[in-house]
């Protein structure tokens, strides 16, 4: 492995955790020189007026989200959002500047022949707003509250049998896919390794008892 590779390698594990992105992504960014200014599109600044807009955001199955509807072109996502901070092929990256001033990847889009066709929301929305889906606020709520809820209104197919600890919730009636990289539950608050943490830690650990992303299909 050359040593630019070898460099670049922190950077482009964070992304893959923190974005959730494909691996085909992470090739194409692995190719480029991430030293380089030219490469990383300035973050679409939204102002709070904007931003304020946007929140909260219903998710609407079958049919987009308050601010996104399943057909609408590039062009007309654009006069929601801005400009994508990012492409990839027929996927769209949006970024944010939230209320803390901080940056951050917000919406994911899909477009298939210029009509919107999946929409990824991501956690980091929340800080704003809300992010519902009916009764639920899909981010806010911990995960086993919303997968109890889904299952009441839905066949919830689940990667793990026992709903705390289950990483993905997908719902093929409503188009719906809800995510986190790992689980976290009231099990692991007595954990002793959890117990030895710092708070901050401990505040990051707790993060992950919630979905970090809400895909929504066409």
Same mark, same amino acid.
């Given at each position: 492995?050359? *040593?630019?590779?070898?460099?670049?390698?922190?950077?482009?594990?964070?992304?893959?955790?923190?974005? $959730?992105?494909?691996? %085909?992504?992470?090739?194409?960014?692995?190719?480029?020189?991430? &030293?380089?200014?030219?490469?990383?599109?300035?973050?679409?600044?939204?102002? +709070?007026?904007?931003?304020? &807009?946007?929140?909260?955001?219903?998710?609407?199955?079958?049919?987009?989200?308050? %601010?996104? &509807?399943?057909?609408? &072109?590039?062009?007309?996502?654009?006069? +929601?959002?801005?400009?994508?901070?990012?492409? *990839?092929?027929?996927?769209?990256?949006?970024?944010?500047?939230?209320?803390?001033?901080?940056?951050?990847?917000?919406?994911?889009?899909?477009?298939?022949? %210029? @009509?919107?066709?999946?929409?990824?929301?991501?956690?980091?929305?929340?800080?704003?707003?809300?992010?519902?889906? #009916? *009764?639920?606020?899909?981010?806010?709520?911990?995960?086993? *509250?919303?997968?109890?809820?889904?299952?009441?209104?839905?066949?919830?197919?689940?990667? $793990?049998?026992?709903?705390?600890?289950?990483?993905?919730?997908?719902?093929?009636?409503?188009?719906?896919?809800?995510?986190?990289?790992?689980?976290?539950?009231?099990?692991?608050?007595?954990?002793?390794?959890?117990?030895?943490? #710092?708070?901050?830690? @401990?505040?990051?650990?707790?993060?992950?008892? $919630?979905?970090?992303?809400?895909?929504?299909?066409?």
């Amino acid at each position: 492995m050359k *040593d630019t590779e070898k460099d670049q390698e922190p950077i482009l594990e964070r992304l893959k955790e923190e974005y $959730h992105l494909e691996d %085909n992504l992470l090739s194409s960014i692995l190719l480029a020189d991430l &030293s380089d200014e030219e490469f990383w599109p300035e973050p679409v600044e939204i102002s +709070r007026k904007e931003r304020t &807009s946007l929140n909260p955001v219903n998710i609407i199955p079958g049919q987009g989200e308050g %601010n996104l &509807s399943f057909g609408m &072109s590039r062009q007309q996502a654009e006069k +929601r959002l801005g400009e994508p901070a990012m492409e *990839d092929g027929e996927n769209c990256y949006y970024e944010m500047k939230l209320g803390s001033g901080c940056t951050a990847l917000v919406y994911q889009l899909l477009f298939q022949e %210029n @009509q919107l066709t999946e929409i990824t929301l991501y956690d980091s929305l929340k800080e704003d707003g809300s992010v519902l889906l #009916e *009764d639920m606020d899909v981010f806010s709520e911990k995960a086993e *509250d919303v997968i109890a809820k889904l299952q009441k209104k839905a066949e919830c197919r689940l990667d $793990h049998p026992d709903p705390e600890q289950a990483t993905e919730c997908r719902i093929d009636s409503m188009g719906l896919t809800l995510w986190r990289e790992r689980a976290f539950s009231q099990k692991e608050m007595s954990n002793p390794d959890f117990l030895k943490m #710092e708070k901050d830690e @401990q505040e990051y650990e707790k993060s992950f008892w $919630h979905f970090a992303s809400v895909t929504i299909k066409a």
